[in-house]
């Protein structure tokens, strides 16, 4: 049994939900920094603030899962240069004082003009709707 957190809406080009609970866990889509000129939506300025921004994402979804980072288990990093590695894990590890997720990094395979996604495994907690 599994619950679809955040299904796309109909007609969405983007065929995923934000997070899928299965098994005790919450298995969060890989989501960039909101990004929305017309409504003064900005990803960031900076890798660093495209991680605050992307990771502030994955933390609403995860929080209406009833979870958060702090039980994020593994963490997947998309990038779209190598050469804002030093400057994204900079400002990752901020984000877990309590200790680092498993984690690997990949390269985007979409087009994006996004810096970095992020996309996780975490415990799940009670549903936000239980």
């Known amino acids: 049994m599994f619950d679809i957190l955040g299904p796309p809406p109909s007609g969405s080009p983007r065929?995923?939900?934000?997070a899928t609970?299965?098994?005790g866990l919450v298995f969060v889509s890989g989501h960039s920094a909101p990004h929305d000129p017309a409504n003064g939506v900005h990803r960031g300025a900076t890798p660093a603030e495209e991680v605050r921004n992307a990771l502030a994402k994955v933390a609403a979804i995860l929080e209406g899962a009833g979870s958060g980072l702090d039980r994020v288990v593994q963490m997947t990093m998309l990038i779209t240069d190598p050469a804002d590695y030093a400057a994204l894990n900079a400002e990752y590890v901020r984000h877990f004082p309590n200790g680092l997720p498993a984690r690997h990094t990949a390269r985007?395979?979409?087009?994006?003009?996004?810096r970095v996604a992020f996309a996780c495994i975490a415990l799940a907690g009670e549903p936000?709707?239980?």
């Open 15 to 18: 065929p995923f939900s934000e």
């Open 128 to 130: 936000a709707h239980a």
């Open 108 to 114: 985007f395979g979409v087009p994006t003009e996004a």
């Open 21 to 23: 609970r299965a098994g």
